[in-house]
């Protein structure tokens, strides 16, 4: 409260106690004299001219206990309560002192006046009266009880923040009323939460006079040391106005995450409701003596492998038993090492599980197949029953009949257990016919006889030696080789 404001209401305060007082006075100095004068006035209606007067001097003496009241109350909370305690009393508690002893006034003063009027009894047949106000009023009297059980508790005052329930609400608190608490909140709005709502909600108190503790977050990168970071964090925060001197930081590692070390900053503020400037300071702190320090704050990133798939000829542990068994494969005999090596590398391996096919007859087919690990069966179908026409282990090939003459698959390929099977492309072939033209003949004659085995299942004639040729010639065709 301003000067100037104190001493207008103390000139008003004087003058309306000197006017009172003076009015007082009259009344009793011509309190026979008014008595006749209103009896000489009222005609009919003069026995009710004491109790006019009575009643006047019940005004002017109730004015004066009001006066009284606002003067202690301004003797006692603004000037005992403020010096001795420290701080300022709650409005609500001056309000009730100030009802309180007013009422008590006002009844001695009644009672002294009117003695023959039964208080008591006015106030006991007006019970119904009673019930209608306590309903009308029931919110306000719950906020007024539970401000009541509020300031007997004395859970905050005036200055701490606090936050209030699951809205949560913060603020510094401004004042408390009969109605409401009142808090600033850190946007400078004026939050208004009533009593009663406060006294069934949890609320977060940050007392004024309290080491609260705030906390700070930040990340570094894997390979900034900790013992550095934490010792570098803590002088910065230690040094930041607000953080105070009593309680040394807290900086200590809270995860190790998925791309940084991530770190929290415990600090505690000697003036709490500037947590956020101080928070924000903090951080800035932070910044800086990391630049200082050659530290580096982390951000989400992600370490990449590509990973190559290996050719099959480099394949960790069997790449060189790849090369070996193409070698083995009778067909492939006369190919160089070179040769094979690049056969090798244009394979392509597939595992097949006991029972699964590996070739469907009628299909089309650009490729043949070396057995790597495994075996297979050669299976047509006859009559819609299945036959087993051959049995192809480790190092047979298959699969080149359609390769080499471009007809659909003769036969079906099932695979008897978990089977490894290296497939050749049409290209790989075209390259070792290129170097290799012997191969195809011994090839067509490979081929020659898988189709007289299966022509003889078929019951079908014999293929013969012309047929043969027409195989070499064909696959000569379909190859472009000369
Ligand atoms: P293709 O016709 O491309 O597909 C089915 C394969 O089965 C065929 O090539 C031959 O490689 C193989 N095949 C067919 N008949 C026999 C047989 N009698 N003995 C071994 N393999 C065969």
């Known amino acids: 409260m301003n000067r100037p404001r104190t001493k207008n209401k103390l000139a008003f305060f004087f003058v309306a106690t000197a006017v009172v007082v003076l009015a007082i006075y009259l009344l009793a100095r011509f309190d026979y004299a008014l008595r006749e004068l209103l009896r000489a006035q009222m005609g009919g209606l003069a026995p009710q001219a004491d109790t006019i007067v009575g009643v006047l001097r019940l005004i002017f003496l109730a004015i004066l206990a009001y006066l009284v009241v606002r003067a202690l109350n301004a003797l006692i909370f603004g000037l005992v309560f403020r010096f001795r305690r420290g701080f300022e009393a709650p409005t609500l508690v001056r309000n009730v002192f100030s009802i309180?002893?007013?009422?008590?006034?006002?009844?001695?003063?009644?009672?002294?006046?009117?003695?023959?009027?039964?208080?008591?009894?006015?106030?006991?047949?007006?019970?119904?009266?009673?019930?209608?106000?306590?309903?009308?009023?029931?919110?306000?009297?719950?906020?007024?009880?539970?401000?009541?059980?509020?300031?007997?508790?004395?859970?905050?005052?005036?200055?701490?923040?606090?936050?209030?329930?699951?809205?949560?609400?913060?603020?510094?608190?401004?004042?408390?009323?009969?109605?409401a608490i009142k808090i600033r909140s850190f946007s400078n709005h004026v939050v208004l939460i009533s009593n009663s709502t406060a006294a069934k909600e949890p609320i977060e108190v940050g007392p004024r006079n309290n080491l609260n503790a705030r906390h700070v977050f930040f990340n570094t990168i894997f390979t900034d040391s900790p013992a550095k970071t934490i010792h570098v964090v803590r002088e910065a925060v230690r040094e930041a106005d607000n953080v105070s001197q009593k309680i040394s930081p807290v900086v200590r590692i809270r995860n190790l995450g998925e791309s940084s070390v991530e770190y929290e900053v415990k600090y505690w503020l000697d003036d709490y409701a500037k947590h956020n400037d101080t928070d924000a300071l903090v951080r800035q702190r932070i910044w800086y003596?990391?630049?200082?320090?050659?530290?580096?704050?982390?951000?989400?990133?992600?370490?990449?492998?590509?990973?190559?798939?290996?050719?099959?000829?480099?394949?960790?542990?069997?790449?060189?038993?790849?090369?070996?068994?193409?070698?083995?494969?009778?067909?492939?005999?006369?190919?160089?090492?070179?040769?094979?090596?690049?056969?090798?590398?244009?394979?392509?391996?597939?595992?097949?599980?006991?029972?699964?096919?590996?070739?469907?007859?009628?299909?089309?087919?650009?490729?043949?197949?070396?057995?790597?690990?495994?075996?297979?069966?050669?299976?047509?179908?006859?009559?819609?029953?299945?036959?087993?026409?051959?049995?192809?282990?480790?190092?047979?090939?298959?699969?080149?009949?359609?390769?080499?003459?471009?007809?659909?698959?003769?036969?079906?390929?099932?695979?008897?257990?978990?089977?490894?099977?290296?497939?050749?492309?049409?290209?790989?072939?075209?390259?070792?016919?290129?170097?290799?033209?012997?191969?195809?003949?011994?090839?067509?004659?490979?081929?020659?006889?898988?189709?007289?085995?299966?022509?003889?299942?078929?019951?079908?004639?014999?293929?013969?030696?012309?047929?043969?040729?027409?195989?070499?010639?064909?696959?000569?065709?379909?190859?472009?080789?000369?």
């Open 100 to 179: 309180v002893a007013f009422t008590a006034l006002v009844f001695l003063i009644f009672t002294s006046i009117f003695p023959k009027v039964n208080l008591g009894a006015l106030f006991t047949t007006s019970a119904i009266f009673g019930v209608i106000l306590g309903l009308a009023l029931q919110d306000t009297l719950g906020n007024f009880f539970a401000g009541i059980s509020l300031q007997a508790d004395r859970p905050f005052q005036v200055g701490d923040v606090i936050t209030v329930g699951a809205q949560r609400h913060t603020g510094v608190v401004e004042e408390i009323t009969w109605r």
């Open 289 to 482: 003596a990391f630049r200082r320090a050659n530290l580096n704050f982390a951000y989400p990133t992600r370490t990449l492998l590509v990973q190559r798939k290996p050719r099959i000829d480099e394949r960790e542990g069997d790449g060189g038993a790849i090369v070996e068994r193409l070698a083995a494969v009778d067909i492939f005999a006369p190919l160089s090492t070179e040769e094979t090596t690049m056969l090798a590398q244009a394979a392509t391996s597939h595992v097949f599980a006991p029972g699964e096919t590996v070739i469907h007859a009628g299909d089309p087919g650009s490729s043949m197949f070396v057995v790597h690990n495994g075996r297979v069966s050669v299976q047509v179908s006859e009559n819609g029953r299945t036959r087993t026409v051959a049995t192809l282990s480790e190092g047979a090939f298959f699969g080149e009949m359609a390769l080499f003459t471009g007809e659909p698959r003769t036969a079906n390929i099932v695979a008897l257990e978990e089977t490894e099977v290296l497939e050749i492309g049409h290209d790989a072939m075209k390259r070792v016919f290129d170097t290799n033209p012997d191969l195809v003949e011994s090839l067509s004659h490979t081929i020659g006889e898988r189709r007289q085995a299966l022509a003889a299942s078929e019951d079908l004639s014999a293929t013969d030696g012309d047929e043969s040729a027409g195989i070499l010639s064909s696959i000569k065709r379909f190859f472009g080789l000369k």
